[in-house]
């Protein structure tokens, strides 16, 4: 890791900024040395260079596969110990503006009016239930989110679950042309702010109090996810090899397939294991980053992580990750948000190991064709809360479904199918146009629906489309 020293100019920059943060009254002691720290290594260039000669394939013993981690005991009191050291933390940060809605993204209903949330807490539920034990949920909000998520959790306060949440930090966002915290410049709303990405997941655990309270209570790790991924349920084989071997950091891998070429990917590098994203890529090299011969593995961003390390490390502030520039426009001003992700922390850790892991594992939605795809028969909903993929599907692929921007909006998606096709024999579905689904529609192979400009095509209930192109009526 090089780390240049700041030139003149970047050093002014830096005085005005210290000065500036020093009088947001908005924000913590913390979050103001944790921001400038962060710009700090921005501005002195620090990077992180890969020299593509010292890239290795990572060996099995880096990047387990799934079939080789430890064994389990089938005792339920063995079962109960392992899970009476686990904490489970979703990363909440995230609103449903993409998919038009407003506040967060895990609230959206997936499947038999259940949320997100709804699922996570009902699979922790089932597994306290079972065993006897206590995995706490905790929730890492954002200023954007945290409001709206306290008032959802009260609806929780009487299951058998102990949920927390906690907020990530809140850091100003720059305006690029003076590199002045935007919120010094009358823009004193939300927009002057963003949360810096899940990477700071590690400081706001410890500065929210919840890390030393969760090691009081004999807590050891924490299984951390993106809210929005149904396949991230707690998977005990994976917990029980990481306190076997005693690996302080686990990140799940899955194999790519081209839908996920720009997914960052696990090497090993001098020695350790660490994640290559695609930013860090050297352009002559992004061709061979995407394919899926050489790098045939992709971060899930299901991470496994020891609660002790992660004090350790962020007492030394020790975890230094590669930071993510955002560049945005607010009100016509262009600027600057600086972000790092937590799967980047994986260097720091001691016997830090990918678990490769089956594709099940990793099930996000991120739009409403993955809504339609979860909603549908090729998946159907435990009462315990887990989303199983239909056997009857042959092909161990999904099938691949693009919705045109008339379904983006969840509730114009919902508006537009009566009830959601059977798709258990589809290969790929394109939809253009002002179209609607009947009840009852199965679709086969490859399908194309597109309505002509200006007309609305109507697929009638109970149709049967088998690889066809529908263009109108006639074509059905």
Same mark, same amino acid.
């Given at each position: ?21 020093? &009088? ?35 060996? $099995? ?13 089938? $005792? ?10 686990l904490v489970v933390l979703k ?26 949330? $709804? ?49 990530q930090s809140q850091y100003p ?117 995407? &394919? ?34 955002? &560049? ?31 594709? &099940? ?21 435990? $009462? ?92 059905i």
């Open positions: 890791m090089a780390t240049a020293t700041l030139s003149p100019a970047n050093s002014e920059k830096l005085t005005n900024l210290k000065s500036a943060v020093a &009088s947001l009254n908005q924000i913590s002691d913390n979050e103001k040395s944790g921001f400038l720290n962060l710009v700090t290594r921005y501005l002195s260039g620090e990077a992180q260079h890969v020299e593509w000669s010292k890239i290795q394939t990572p060996t $099995d013993e880096v990047v387990v596969p799934y079939d080789k981690l430890a064994p389990l005991s089938e $005792d339920p009191a063995e079962t109960k110990k392992l899970l009476d050291k990363l909440n940060g995230g609103l449903g503006t993409t998919m038009g809605c407003t506040g967060p993204k895990s609230v959206i209903e997936v499947r038999n009016g259940l949320t997100f949330l $709804d699922l996570i807490v009902k699979q922790i539920e089932a597994l306290n239930t079972k065993y006897g034990c206590t995995v706490p949920l905790l929730l890492m909000n954002s200023f954007n989110t945290h409001d709206d998520t306290s008032k959802i959790v009260e609806k929780y306060a009487n299951s058998n679950i102990e949920s927390h949440t906690f907020n966002r720059l305006v690029i042309e003076d590199f002045a915290p935007l919120p010094c410049k009358g823009n004193a709303g939300k927009d002057g702010w963003n949360p810096p990405g899940h990477g700071d997941v590690f400081p706001s655990l410890m500065n929210s109090g919840k890390l030393d309270a969760l090691l009081s209570k004999g807590k050891e790790y924490v299984f951390v996810a993106n809210s929005d991924n149904l396949g991230a349920v707690v998977d005990l084989k994976i917990l029980n090899h990481l306190i076997q071997n005693k690996n302080e950091y686990c990140m799940e891998v899955t194999p790519k397939t081209l839908a996920d070429v720009k997914g960052g990917t696990l090497i090993s590098y001098d020695g350790k294991v660490q994640l290559l994203e695609i930013a860090q890529v050297p352009d002559q090299h992004v061709n061979e980053f995407k &394919s899926i011969e050489k790098f045939k593995i992709f971060n899930t961003n299901n991470l496994w992580i020891d609660l002790k390390a992660i004090k350790r490390l962020v007492e030394a502030d020790a975890l230094k990750m590669e930071i993510i520039p955002n &560049s945005k426009e607010v009100d016509g001003i262009k600027v600057l948000q600086l972000e790092t992700a937590a799967g980047a922390a994986i260097r720091f850790f001691d016997r830090a190991i990918g678990a490769n892991v089956p594709r &099940s594992r990793f099930l996000p939605v991120k739009a409403t064709s993955d809504l339609l795809l979860v909603q549908s028969d090729l998946y159907t909903l435990t $009462d315990d809360g887990y989303v199983i993929r239909n056997p009857a599907r042959a092909n161990p692929s999904n099938p691949s479904i693009e919705l045109g921007p008339e379904f983006k909006k969840v509730a114009n998606f919902l508006s537009r199918f009566k009830s959601i096709p059977s798709i258990i024999e589809l290969d790929s579905l394109k939809v253009t146009g002002d179209v609607y689904f009947g009840a009852g529609i199965t679709l086969k192979g490859k399908v194309y629906v597109n309505a002509k400009s200006g007309v609305k095509l109507e697929i009638p209930d109970g149709a049967v489309i088998a690889n066809k192109d529908v263009n109108g009526p006639e074509d």
